[in-house]
C-alpha cells in the first residue's frame, strides 16, 4: 500500500511504498497504522450480547482451594477480551489484502526491495515488512536461508465445545473471559479455559481450553520426527487430557469432561520459539514484527501484546519517514530506532513469558501477572444469564 504525501506538498511520487506480507494481527494492524484514517472505536469489536460485562481473567490453584484471584477490566480500556477472528475481520476493512500469495524469493537491489511469488507475480517498494508469523519467510531471506525456529520445552493440546444455560452461566462465574487453572506444581501443568464467542441470542457459550505442561521431549521435535501431540488421535488426545486433570475439582474440570473426541484439535502443534540479535536484523529496507521477530509461549498475553505494539510503534516510525522523506543515513537511523526498541521488548517478554509454568512450581512466592498487572483476590460470582442478556 501507498504512504501518501503530506497534504499541500508537490506533487511528487508517494513515499515510502509499503509491502506488508502476512495479514494476521500485525500485519492488519501496521496497516490500518498507515492508511491514516479514522479507526472507528475498538468497542465495534467485542459488542456482544452481553451489555456492561467486563473482561476478566482468573487464576485458580488445585493446591489452594480457596485461591481465586486475577484482574477485572476497569473501564480505562486497558484490557480488552475480543474474538480473534473478529478483530481481523474489523482490521480487515479497506484494506487491499491479497489472498493465496506464497512468497518464494526476495530481491534486495538498490532502492527498492521486490517480492516474488509462486504464481509467477511480483510486488516492489520501498519497505517490506514480514508479518506472516513464527515460520516466516521474510526472516528467512533476512537470515540467508538460516533456521532459528526453536521448539519450546512445553507440549499443548486444545478442546473445544458449546455450552448452554446453566453450565455456561457457570463457565462464566468461574472467569468472564477465561480463566486458568494451575495444577499439581510436579506435573508443572496448566489449563487455560476460555470463552471464544457468544451466540446472538446470549444462551450459548463457545469455548475452548488448552492444556500445556512442560516436557523436554517437546523440545526435540522435528519435521521429521515430531512430538507426540502433533500425530494423536483425538481418543490419544482425550485420554492424557483427562489423566492430567483428574486431580482438579469436578467444577474446574468440566471442559475436559464435556469435550468429545472429535473436537480436540488436529493435527496438534508444537510451540516454537524465536528470538533475534541486533546482527541478525540489520535495519533497512526490510524488517518484521509479530511472531515473524519475536516468538514465545501464550502465557500472560506477552506475544500478542508485543505484535500489536511492534505494528503502532513501525507505523510511527514509517510516518516519520514518510514526513521527512528519509533515505540513506537518516531511513537506516529511524529503522535502527524502531528494531532496537522492538527487540528489546521481545527479549524482556521472551524472559517472562517462556519459563512460567516451571517458575511457578518452583517458587511459592510467584507473581502471578496478566494482562500487564499483578493478579488481586476475586470475589466468587453468582450469574444469571436471563439478566446478562437484557
Known sequence: MDIQARPGAMAQRAYPHVLIIGAGLSGLTLAQVLRKEGVPLIKRIISSPFNNFPAQFVFYDINKPDMRVGVNDDDSGQIVRANRQRLRDWLRQFIPVQYNKRVVSVDDVGDQVTVH???????????????????????????????????????????????????????????????????????????????????????????????????????????????WTVHATGEELAAFARERTKSYPDHLRVLVDKVTVERYRRPGIVLQGVELNENQLPPGKITLIGDAAHSMTPFRGEAGVCALTDALSLGHTITQIRDLRAKDAEFGELMKAYRDDMLKRAAKSIRVSNPVLGDYARDPNFKLVTCGKEVVPLPDEVIALEKLAK
Open 117 to 227: 511469488f509462486q504464481d509467477g507475480s511480483s510486488a516492489s517498494g520501498d519497505i517490506l515488512v514480514g508479518a506472516e508469523g513464527t515460520r516466516s519467510i521474510v526472516r528467512k531471506h533476512i537470515l540467508h536461508g538460516q533456521d532459528v525456529l526453536k521448539p519450546l520445552p512445553v507440549g499443548s493440546l486444545v478442546g473445544e465445545m458449546e455450552l448452554t444455560g446453566a453450565e455456561f452461566a457457570r463457565q462464566l462465574e468461574l472467569g468472564h473471559s477465561a480463566y486458568i487453572v494451575m495444577g499439581d506444581t510436579k506435573d508443572q501443568c496448566s489449563m487455560f479455559a476460555a470463552l471464544n464467542k457468544v451466540s446472538p441470542d446470549g444462551n450459548a457459550g463457545y469455548y475452548y481450553f488448552i492444556l500445556h505442561w512442560v516436557d523436554e521431549q517437546a523440545a526435540r521435535s522435528t519435521e521429521s520426527d515430531p512430538y
